[in-house]
Structure formats: C-alpha cells, structure tokens
C-alpha cells in the first residue's frame, strides 16, 4: 500500500464528551489512581475547575484516530507533550497532517493536536505509522 | 509482566477504539500501576505531599505487544535538576528471548498538594 502524502490531513476524530464517569474508566482501565483525575476536591485545591482529564487519556485517542482513518497501519511511536490541562466534562477533537514521508521505508510521520475550540493544544503528538508488507 | 487480554480491551475500549484484539501502545502504563513501581516512585515524590502531573510521554515498539505474552519490564527513574520538580521515567520491554520489544519515556511534574498548578 502507497502511504499518503505529505500535509495529507486525518478527518477531524470527535470524542465526548469527556465526563467523570469516562475518566473513572479510564483510571480504572490504565490504573491511574492520580486524584487529579478522580477528586474534584483535589483537583480544585490544585488550581483546576473540575477532575484533570488525564494527559495520557488524550494522547491514547490518537491511535484510534489513526485506526479509523488507516486500519492497515500500524503505530510504530507516540510522542505527547501534556501543555493545556483540561478540566472534565469536555468534548475534544483530534486533528492532524502527515508531515513526513520517508521514501523506502513506507513511514509516515503525522503531527496531532488533541484538545477543544478554547485549548486546542492541550496535547500535542507525533506518531510514527507503517504499513506492513503486502 | 503479561499483556492480560482483559486489561488491554478494558483500555482500548475506553479509547474508543472498538472491540477487536488490539493492543493500545499505551498499554505499559498499565504496568506504571504494579506495587514496586509505585514504591519506587514515592520514593521521589511522597504521596502524602505531591501529586505527579504528566508533562510528556513517548511510546514506541518494535512490533505490536501480544495479548497474553510475558515480558521482562524494566524501569529507571531520576528526578531532574530545576525547578519545578520533574521526575523521568525511561522503562523498556524485553521479550524472554531478550529482544526489546517496546519502549517508554515520561517526565512527570511533581506538584505540591493544595497549590495551584
């Protein structure tokens, strides 16, 4: 299979919205048991409106962003920076482009932002994709 | 460690990825879980004092982690010099044949309990 080109965009992947009873599940999944992500108290005392939604919640969206929009490519890498805390109960989008093509070796590199309207940077990620073999 | 195939889907489902046999490249975390790792953290940032804000986080693998497969996990920490306090984490996954599988590398920012962020 032909890897798609350069500035190539991903469809715009919606998720949410994020709310408490999403990110219990998650803790729950990751075992996360951080109480920014599961005590509004904490959480406020710690400077935020509501339970953090967990950076690495935002940063696993990526690959089904992915999957959905390349099922026979495989995630080789993520790479995430954590910059726009976001507070539950929140809708985020996942957006991106192909921002490299390496000739040969059929590997893509695509830049990813995960975060709303407001925090549209509250993640943002590179991912390494190959396609296997035919 | 064993990639166990309830813990993998309970994790791919909440990402939204629909239920298949995935495996999420994020799956290690699930490993950050496990007793010693969370003795071995407090012992940079104390639980009573501190909570842990993730600042980044890489994942990368080799090839795909299988359901039900063992690997050797391997961990190191250091806290950072600066301020504010930042811990590393770099861990790796070792197939039993020795072949590292997978890879992880996070800073975690240490926040003092009760003040804003």
Known sequence: MTPPAP???LPIWTVGP????????YTEASGDDNP?????ETASAAGFSGIVVPGLLL???CEPAIRAWQPAARVNR???????PLAAPVQVSVTGRIVLVTSGTQEVVVRLFVGTPEQPMACIAEASLS???A | LTVDAREALALAQVLGGGVDDWVPIIFPIRWLALVEIRVALAAFADPA???LLHESQSFSQRSALRMGETYLVTLNLQALSGQPRRIEMIGAATSLAG??????RATLRVLPRGMAA
């Open chain 1, 7 to 9: 500035q190539t965009k």
């Open chain 1, 18 to 25: 994020i709310d408490a009873a999403w990110v219990r599940r």
């Open chain 1, 36 to 40: 920014l992500h599961r005590d509004p």
């Open chain 1, 59 to 61: 940063l696993g969206l």
């Open chain 1, 78 to 84: 993520l790479v995430g920076r954590f910059l726009q």
């Open chain 1, 131 to 133: 396609w296997p073999e």
């Open chain 2, 49 to 51: 004092s501190t909570l």
């Open chain 2, 99 to 104: 072949i590292v599988k997978a890879e992880l």
